[in-house]
């Protein structure tokens, strides 16, 4: 079995496989994620074939010289068991080198990624249900309409390595929509809402305040059009888990995000929805 299995880079089509795989999971990906995905590094998505047939994937992302992310790390379930998961497991940490390396992995697999080198962080929970806005706000404007600069700076405060080309793509993708507040001319809070495998999900939500980040959630939901929506909040942002809960939301899901080592200082507290659980 090991002479016929074989790991190499995607090619951009295949990511959608991925995502199709990690909604079979219960991820719920975004239905226009995986084009976004390949904007940031080609080379770090990675499939397993045995016999010519796709069996696991992973990816482990290069954003910089220091940092990557690791996801999709899925195997066929009637093939779990024989190592062939560890193998495109250890094609993923090698394509990061010496880069420290983050994840949100399912709680139940925190023990083995701590076995890797991994340390929790905090947790992501996800919200999830049906609602309504509470307040539309008229001072949200279109997020295309803010600079670019201003959105990548505010990002910046907020992930641990830059992502510009990745932002670009996610904000102009097709059935992403972005929204921002705007505060004595400066950029107060943003965000983009968009439709999902099951409902919408709204990702990334950065905020000053949980005021600011109430007026652009309520922008946002109001292009769901009563659908179910969700939100990935860090646990550590109580004010982004009192605004969830505010709107009704139900806990569905939740991920142990993990560092290999250290890593940019971000403002959890202004991280009221992570972007993704697959990139970060």
Request: charged share 20%; proline share 5%; hydrophobic share 50%.
């Amino acid at each position: 079995m090991a002479n016929a299995y074989t790991i190499r880079p995607m090619r951009g089509e295949e990511i959608a496989l991925a995502a199709d795989w990690a909604a079979a999971e219960g991820w719920n990906p975004g239905l226009n994620d995986a084009a976004c995905f390949a904007t940031v590094d080609a080379q770090g998505f990675l499939i397993g074939e045995l016999d010519g047939q796709p069996v696991a994937t992973i990816s482990c992302v290069n954003y910089d010289d220091r940092f990557s992310f690791l996801g999709f790390y899925i195997m066929r379930p009637d093939l779990r068991g024989r190592g062939l998961g560890l193998k495109i497991w250890q094609a993923a940490i090698a394509h990061a080198g010496a880069r420290t390396i983050g994840l949100d992995g399912v709680v139940a697999q925190q023990e083995n990624y701590r076995k890797s080198g991994f340390t929790l962080a905090y947790r992501n929970v996800r919200y999830g249900g049906r609602v309504v806005a509470a307040n539309a706000q008229a001072q949200a404007i279109p997020l295309a309409d803010v600079p670019f600069a201003a959105v990548a700076a505010s990002d910046a405060t907020v992930f641990p390595a830059p992502r510009e080309n990745f932002l670009r793509a996610w904000i102009g993708a097709s059935g992403h929509t972005g929204r921002a507040l705007m505060r004595d001319g400066a950029l107060a809070a943003w965000g983009v809402i968009r439709p999902c495998r099951a409902g919408f999900k709204i990702g990334p939500l950065v905020a000053d305040d949980r005021a600011a980040a109430e007026a652009v959630f309520d922008a946002l939901i109001a292009h769901a059009g009563g659908g179910e929506v969700f939100l990935d909040v860090p646990e550590p942002n109580r004010d982004a888990v009192a605004l969830a809960a505010s709107r009704g939301l139900q806990p569905v899901f939740e991920t142990a995000r993990m560092y290999t080592g250290a890593v940019r200082d971000v403002a959890l507290q202004r991280i009221f929805g992570v972007t993704t659980f697959e990139l970060g």
